[in-house]
Nanobody
């Protein structure tokens, strides 16, 4: 099982980024998938999750700015991040079934 995250980078406050996470080695269409993040000196926290049927939940800090989606045919999830803030700076990790983790992609938001 492999999770390959991509799409991170450096962006100015107010900008947008789109993260992708492609899963391989198994059919994850029946499982919940999600994005977590860990900022320097802080614990890893949930950003957004999406079930196999498309139900979503978000951290309060990103509601209205981030959108999680999935393409089951591609075993891929996405995180569209708009109106980014410096506090969004973190390593972003994708997760499948609360078990498997990707390697993380760095998002840096400058003020």
């Amino acid at each position: 099982v492999q999770l390959q995250a991509s799409g991170g980078g450096l962006v100015q406050a107010g900008g947008s980024l789109r993260l992708s996470c492609a899963a391989s080695g198994w059919d994850f269409s029946a499982f919940v998938m999600g994005w977590y993040r860990q900022a320097p000196g802080k614990q890893r926290e949930l950003v957004a999750r999406i079930t196999s049927t498309g139900s979503t939940n978000y951290a309060d800090s990103v509601k209205g700015r981030f959108t999680i989606s999935r393409d089951n045919a591609k075993n891929t999830i996405y995180l569209q991040m708009n109106s980014l803030k410096p506090d969004d700076t973190a390593l972003y990790y994708c997760n499948v079934a609360d078990i498997y983790w990707g390697q993380g992609t760095l998002v840096t938001v400058s003020s």
